[in-house]
């Protein structure tokens, strides 16, 4: 649902320019023509299309902010956010698969990569190549910084040697590349955190076992295995040492990334439901007609266009170079509720058959629960706000 399509009188917030526009106009085309048709299947199998994943590429939603010297869209981080929440309109295991490419690999090699990584790594990232995020371990999830990877520097100081495990990571089944946080010096705490490039080809590395999710089952989540894995010293990203900064501020990038995600999530519920609610008859009339169902669509369409001014003001806040890690910690949390009430809502209007797999919504309801979870649970969410609120109005 945008403005021109409800009848609504367009924010400042929603308000797109007109390469927007066109932007948003062509990846929703692309979700409904080209996605949509496998969105079931795809669920089922717990596999995502390497035909349509290349597609992303040929679009160049695999690299919106790139710029167009290595291959890119040149574009801005809004831009990223608005095909994330075109494609989880449709289907929320596609809008993560981008995500995780734009908000958190692309913008650290951006930010933090040397003007020779960019050159071997951007194009590649941009034509062809999937790329992971693999931060979390068995012992590290909401305390972040906890993890046991290890790094060791070769004696000749032309590497190092990486060894550990790596759980629930995203895209891992189709990447080439892993942005890999492991410690060179645990007695340094999170001061010892350093981010490397892996390549999946590198000796002493290897993709895991793929877990069987409630939802988002198109998207891989793997475990990584490193045992010796010889990464040269070229491919540590930004400095030594420094690695925790780089997650931290990626992680800040990323969950406007999922606000996106389930704001996206939401409309596509609240799509079905009006569409059903306008078709379903009871009583010898659409059950639209009725004031219960009205004002039940009323309050989700509420919700949903909250979600959207939160998340489109991260997003304008991030391209505008002002602060927003609250605001990126907001969307990220009212998105997440708001995409489980409303799915939960929507299955409810649809009756049973919205109980059934013959209609998207148990499908969006199942898909709406990861966002909680990943990228900082709601809790964490709710400790980054709170904190920001404490240290800017200090006793």
Not at 205 to 213: M, S
Not at 327 to 343: D, L, T
Not at 362 to 391: H, V, W
Request: glycine share 10%; proline share 3%.
């Amino acid at each position: 649902m945008v403005a021109a399509e409800s009848g609504m009188v367009p924010s400042p917030l929603t308000q797109l320019t007109e390469e927007e526009t066109l932007f948003q106009a062509s990846v929703r085309r692309f979700a409904l023509e080209r996605l949509a048709p496998h969105v079931r299947a795809m669920d089922d199998a717990g596999v995502f299309r390497r035909d349509l994943l290349q597609e992303f590429f040929d679009l160049g939603l695999m690299a919106v902010e790139v710029p167009e010297e290595f291959g890119g869209q040149g574009g801005a981080f809004f831009q990223s956010i608005l095909a994330i929440e075109e494609l989880a309109r449709v289907d929320p295991s596609a809008a993560v698969i981008v995500d995780v490419q734009n908000t958190l690999f692309l913008n650290a090699i951006l930010h933090w990569g040397t003007a020779e990584q960019k050159r071997r790594w951007l194009p590649r990232a941009a034509k062809d190549t999937v790329a992971s995020y693999a931060l979390s371990e068995a012992g590290s999830g909401s305390d972040a910084f906890a993890l046991a990877t290890r790094a060791v520097e070769h004696a000749d100081g032309d590497g190092y040697s990486l060894t550990g495990r790596k759980l629930w990571i995203t895209n891992a089944a189709e990447a080439g590349f892993f942005l890999l946080f492991a410690n060179v010096n645990p007695a340094q705490g999170y001061k010892g955190i350093t981010a490397f490039l892996v390549e999946r080809d590198f000796p002493g590395f290897q993709v895991g076992k793929k877990e069987d999710k409630l939802g988002i089952r198109a998207s891989s989540t793997c475990e990584l295995i490193l045992d010796g894995c010889r990464v040269p010293k070229a491919n540590v990203v930004g400095k030594v040492g420094k690695g925790y900064k780089i997650a931290i501020e990626t992680l800040n990038e990323g969950r406007i990334g999922i606000g996106a995600q389930m704001l996206g999530l939401a409309q596509g519920a609240l799509d079905h439901a009006l569409a059903y609610a306008q078709q379903r008859k009871q009583f010898g009339k659409a059950i639209a007609d009725f004031q219960g169902v009205q004002f039940e669509l009323a309050e989700m369409a509420v919700d949903v266009e909250a979600t959207r001014l939160m998340v489109y003001n991260a997003a304008r806040l991030h391209d505008a170079g002002r602060p927003f890690l609250t605001e990126a910690a907001m969307c990220k949390y009212f998105a997440s509720q708001v995409a489980e009430r409303v799915a939960s809502r929507a299955v409810e209007v649809l009756g049973g058959v919205g109980f059934t797999k013959d209609y998207p919504v148990e499908k969006l309801y199942r898909d709406a629960k990861i966002g909680r979870i990943y990228e900082g649970t709601s809790n964490m969410q709710k400790l980054t706000i709170a904190k920001q609120l404490l240290g800017k109005h200090p006793a």
